[in-house]
Nanobody
Framework: QVQLVESGGGLVQAGGSLRLSCAAS????????RGWFRQAPGKEREFVASISWNGGVTAYADSVKGRFTISRDNAKNTVYLQMNALKPDDTAVYYCAASINSAAVTRTTLYNYWGQGTQVTVSS
């Protein structure tokens, strides 16, 4: 069974930092692109960051550039999202995902496997 499990969410003050992790089990995702998406109440799920199969290429939403960093450790089958200078607008449920595409794709429809989500709340 393929499973993606996020961890590291929680409550932080504006300006603080948080690091999310997503561990995969059931199969290797070495050749898969990995991504992070988020969904706030009343909003559509939106792209946050993605990383190519070997970590050589990354992509970020304009709203998080310079603040968030995506990375991966294929030996651990894990992807990370380091979030700095957090803002209240970053409050959302964050989902990790994997795509059979090896490039750092950004469209939700190109991702095949999804985690259950982890809540991130940024207080003002």
């Amino acid at each position: 069974q393929v499973q993606l499990v996020e961890s590291g969410g929680g409550l932080v003050q504006a300006g603080g930092s948080l690091r999310l992790s997503c561990a995969a089990s059931g199969r290797t995702f070495r050749t898969y692109a990995r991504g992070w998406f988020r969904q706030a109440p009343g909003k559509e799920r939106e792209f946050v960051a993605s990383i190519s199969w070997n970590g050589g290429v990354t992509a970020y939403a304009d709203s998080v550039k310079g603040r968030f960093t995506i990375s991966r450790d294929n030996a651990k089958n894990t992807v990370y999202l380091q979030m700095n200078a957090l803002k209240p607008d970053d409050t959302a449920v964050y989902y990790c995902a994997a795509s059979i595409n090896s490039a750092a794709v950004t469209r939700t429809t190109l991702y095949n496997y999804w985690g259950q989500g982890t809540q991130v709340t940024v207080s003002s």
